[in-house]
């Protein structure tokens, strides 16, 4: 079965950094995408940045420039969020979500268990 773990979290003054990391196990075929995602209280979920298995990236609007997404070149399943210049806005619970074709030979979209971000003014 496979899973998604993220971690990384915490708490931290504005302009600080944080790096969070995804982790998937079990038995992975293909991972095709994985993307970072943030909800805060009282908000829908929104997309934060995402990375296909080519290594092409995208990102919100709102984190460009202070956000960086990217996999663990020694951990093929290890996916992280390098987040700099935070701001207070950025506070939110941040999922990690994959495309993975797993041993049934079927693409199915995972979810980590969440990470929760704040960031003190």
């Known amino acids: 079965q496979v899973q998604l773990v993220d971690s990384g979290g915490g708490l931290v003054q504005a302009g600080g950094s944080l790096r969070l990391s995804c982790a998937a196990s079990g038995i992975i075929l293909r991972i095709n995408a994985m993307g970072w995602y943030r909800q805060a209280p009282g908000n829908q979920r929104e997309l934060v940045a995402t990375?296909?298995?080519?290594?092409?990236?995208?990102y919100a609007d709102s984190v460009k420039g202070r956000f960086t997404i990217s996999r663990d070149n020694a951990k093929n399943t290890v996916y992280l969020l390098q987040m700099n210049s935070l701001e207070p806005e950025d506070t939110a619970v941040y999922y990690c979500n994959a495309n993975i074709m797993d041993v049934d030979l079927v693409r199915r979209d995972y979810w980590g268990q969440g990470t929760q971000v704040t960031v003190s003014s």
């Open positions: 990375i296909t298995r080519g290594g092409s990236t995208n």
